[in-house]
């Protein structure tokens, strides 16, 4: 599997393996243990949120894996893409998609006593809920982030999984560029 993206006005292409070890590229690049998708990551993890999110689900027929950002996009955490396709009671598939933020083990011991992953899953289930609701009160409707799933894995710092807004048209913003005054 290939990704693009362009980083300084240059297009770069990685070939990225879709397992659990996708942090190693087919180019030969020496693997990198802190953007190594862990291997507690699988399938079985995200039963229950199929079957509570996905009407008539079946069964998972396929469950990839793997990072999301190059390099040094991130600095405490791994972004991962998580693909899975299902098969519904039908027999018919369909796709989901996740994005996953995971800790790097060893940066996270660097913030003894403070788990950041905390800190953002309350923003995530309790503050940006309450303040969506406070708009729709006076009758505004937003939606201030992607949607937010609650999941329980083996880190003991747990994940931040969300929807990924890729399939609505959203896309991130070249970082070095900054907004245009269209996005401000």
């Not at 070939?15 to 070890?21: A, F, G, I, R, V």
């Not at 809920?129 to 406070?134: A, G, K, N, T």
Request: glycine fraction near 6%; include cysteine.
């Amino acid at each position: 599997m290939s990704t693009t993206a362009v980083m300084n006005g240059k297009q770069q292409t990685n070939e990225l393996k879709s397992t659990p070890d996708a942090s190693k590229t087919e180019a030969n690049e020496a693997p990198n243990p802190a953007r190594q998708i862990p291997e507690w990551l699988t399938a079985e993890l995200f039963a229950d949120l199929l079957q509570k999110n996905i009407p008539n689900f079946k069964c998972v027929k396929n469950f990839t894996v793997r990072p999301a950002q190059a390099a040094g996009e991130n600095y405490a955490t791994l972004m991962g893409l998580v693909n899975i396709d299902v098969e519904l009671e039908s027999g018919t598939s369909k796709q989901v998609s996740y994005m996953i933020k995971l800790p790097i083990e060893s940066i996270q011991k660097l913030f003894a006593g403070h788990n950041i992953f905390d800190t953002e899953r309350t923003m995530y289930s309790d503050v940006i809920p309450e303040l969506e609701q406070m708009y729709g009160e006076v009758g505004v409707e937003v939606k201030f982030s992607p949607q937010y799933y609650d999941i329980e894995t083996p880190s003991e710092f747990g994940v931040i999984l969300m929807e990924d807004l890729r399939p609505r048209g959203f896309k991130n913003a070249n970082r070095f560029q900054g907004f245009d005054m269209e996005h401000t």
